[in-house]
């Protein structure tokens, strides 16, 4: 790729942007209305724009379950729903047989869940925040931990019980063994951290607690397995507790370090230094990442990469919602399913994450970047040749202080239609833009000719303040 950089400057007091929570919605966002349990039926319609009324059932004064000091946070009347000094109102119609509604708390948009237990939850479209209990009502829940070793460590809870109470706070303590460490623990499948072998967190559901302990010299849990050559299906490792069996080949670990980045210089994975049939001057150096390894074959100064992966192939969703990509100037089509399994042009794709780039096998090694969640890169790891995808079911509106014409200082000009079209003239035979992304750290936007073919990228920073540059980088294919 060949960059160049084109400024514009742009005069505007403030610049503002509205359109990551559309974005949210566009790309895989949405929240499925019908998630939570219950079972209450409704023979009411309401108009939008009205106070939410609930049947009086649910009549009454709710807490945050998260909150320990038990405040009427959610009130339910004849009224409607008020939390704390906010008026919650109806925002979409419902029907008979909803349990959820769509509601509007001031300028943001909730889902609102009743249940039969005394329970509402009240979410964001990323199906975060608050759930309130009706006062008087108590769930209990059970918390159950488990540890991979007994003998390497103890994990305890205070206060310790069969049930707790919805809205209690508990402790979790570890100590590890002499001669072992805490190496993670999740709750419910989250990651958690401490703070002096301790974290504290409110039961809000039945919880599973798992806490990984780790021997002095060990091989971390998560790198347990066995390990494919992504080139080569019959080339194949195995890494256990304490060493690696290789098919064909005489291995052994000669030290576990962190592996620490050439160029910030932070640890940023695990290293382990392997002798293979005897010969320690053929050492190869392990650079883990998520379910992918980067095996480097030394030979003096001189030495060749490898890569091989951990597990069934898929894409943590996490990082990239599922949905169709579209080769830029192409036909090609990339897709990613709700369960993280990637296909390009209908062919299945095992791929592997290091913890900055995905890798795969398609004939050749390719490596797959996520520039932001509706733009990707597939690069040729051999060559260096690039296709880039943009997500097909992109759609935006822009906001009012965006719309205008702005003017660059040697005649460029782009214009922004409240649409979300953008046009650019006069720079470079370039006449058209379409916003691929947008959020609180800059926008990246396709550039296309007149005939709709694209030809180049950009990223577009945003002014600090007024009388500020804005400042784009382009980037042409």
Not at 60 to 70: F, N, P, R
Request: aromatic fraction near 10%.
């Amino acid at each position: 790729m060949k960059k160049f950089r084109k400024t514009l400057l742009i005069l505007i007091a403030t610049l503002c942007l509205a359109l990551g929570a559309v974005f949210a919605v566009a790309c895989g966002g949405d929240t499925d209305k019908d998630k939570n349990n219950g079972d209450e039926t409704h023979d009411v319609t309401q108009p939008t724009g009205d106070a939410l009324i609930l049947d009086t059932k649910y009549y009454g004064t709710y807490h945050d379950m998260a909150e320990t000091d038990k405040t009427a946070d959610l009130v339910v009347s004849a009224a409607g729903v008020k939390w704390g000094d906010k008026d919650v109102f109806l925002a979409e119609p419902f029907e008979d047989g909803d349990t959820s509604y769509t509601v509007k708390v001031g300028d943001d948009t909730y889902y609102l869940y009743v249940h039969d237990n005394g329970q509402i939850d009240l979410l964001d479209a990323q199906s975060n925040g608050p759930s309130f209990l009706k006062d008087g009502v108590k769930l209990e829940f059970t918390v159950t931990v488990t540890v991979n070793n007994t003998s390497y460590g103890t994990a305890t809870l205070d206060p310790q019980k069969d049930k707790y109470t919805a809205g209690e706070t508990v402790t979790l303590t570890v100590a590890p063994a002499e001669g072992c460490s805490l190496e993670f623990a999740t709750l419910n499948g989250e990651s958690v951290s401490f703070e002096e072998n301790a974290y504290s967190f409110v039961v809000s559901t039945d919880t599973v607690i798992n806490v990984y302990f780790l021997a002095d010299g060990e091989i971390p849990n998560e790198f347990r397995g066995t390990w494919t050559n992504l080139e080569d299906s019959t080339d194949s490792f195995t890494l256990t507790a304490t060493g690696i069996t290789w098919e064909g080949h005489e291995a052994t670990v000669t030290s576990i370090d962190a592996y620490v980045d050439y160029f910030d210089s932070t640890p940023s994975g695990t290293q382990l230094t392997v002798t293979i049939d005897g010969d320690a001057g053929n050492n190869i150096l392990l650079l883990y990442g998520a379910n992918a390894v980067e095996v480097r074959w030394m030979n003096g100064d001189t030495y060749e990469d490898h890569y091989y992966g951990l597990g069934d192939g898929k894409l943590d969703t996490g990082l990239l919602a599922a949905g169709t990509f579209s080769e830029v100037g192409g036909e090609a089509k990339l897709s990613l399913s709700d369960d993280g399994t990637v296909s390009l042009d209908g062919t299945a794709l095992k791929v592997y994450y290091t913890g900055t780039y995905h890798y795969f096998y398609n004939e050749e090694l390719y490596m797959l970047s996520v520039i932001n969640a509706n733009y990707v890169t597939v690069m040729n790891v051999a060559n260096g040749d690039s296709v880039n995808y943009v997500r097909d079911s992109i759609s935006a509106t822009a906001h009012a202080l965006l719309v205008g014409e702005w003017t660059e200082s040697n005649g460029g000009k782009l214009v922004v239609s409240a649409d979300g079209t953008m046009t650019l003239t006069d720079v470079g035979g370039l006449t058209a833009i379409k916003l691929v992304y947008s959020d609180l750290k800059g926008s990246t936007v396709l550039l296309t000719t007149a005939s709709g073919t694209a030809v180049a990228s950009i990223s577009l920073s945003f002014p600090m303040g007024p009388g500020d540059s804005v400042s784009i980088w382009t980037t042409a294919w």
